[in-house]
């Protein structure tokens, strides 16, 4: 399978992950084994697995629900999503890691910051051993297709200044949304060099103005999501 595309959207339409006969057979044994290592990462070191599955999980249901009830995608495409998007941070517990990079005691280095993102990169590598046996039948589904895209660009910027220079006219609305959601989440969760957990409102409005996140949003998508949260309470 080639690099995928950024836009997925007509592909979260185009299949169903319960349903589909080559998923269930081949896929969902897979995942479930995925899954498992995703919640054991780093058992006994940092239990950072248990960590990253919550957000994931969070992450997952959020973006579900934000597409299905406000960018006008069915459920089945929102459900085909959250089942992809479980596997976005796979790369994280590539074995080229040490899991206390996940957990340091100090604000990353730059260093550790590059070694961090390549996360995005190292994904693939995983997916594509754990479907090696039936690869002949899931390479070219779309459901494999959407999880790579997904691995590759959840931190890409609409302007372009991602790690993969995708643009904004490029990477449809679910992409654009799990950046979002992503962000959002990522945002609130605390590390140990700062002095308090942000609030969801210090985050949205961190995500509006703050620097680090200048031409990384669609501002439409997160007009919506903003007033999504603001209709869940």
Partial sequence: MSQPECNIDELLESYDYETDPV??????????????????????INDYGKILAHHLERTSKLTEKFLVEKLGFSEKAGHNFYNA????DLGKIHPAYD???????????????AEKRKHVDRGEDL???AIAEEAEKLNTHPHI?????????????VSGEGRYHVEGKDMGKAMKAICIVDA??????????????????????RMQEAEKYEGAFDPDILAAFIDFQAEQG
């Fill in 99 to 113: 899991p206390a990079i996940w957990d340091l005691p100090h604000r990353p280095t730059e260093e550790e910051r």
């Fill in 145 to 157: 297709y959407v999880i790579k895209a997904v691995q590759m660009y959840h931190h890409e910027k």
């Fill in 127 to 129: 997916i594509d051993q």
């Fill in 23 to 44: 998923l269930v057979s081949y896929f969902h044994p897979v995942a479930q084994s995925l899954w498992e290592d995703i919640q054991h990462y780093g058992d006994g």
């Fill in 85 to 88: 998007n479980l596997f976005q």
């Fill in 184 to 205: 959002y989440d990522g945002d609130m969760i605390h590390r140990p060099h700062q002095p308090a957990e942000r609030t969801p409102e210090e985050t949205l409005k």
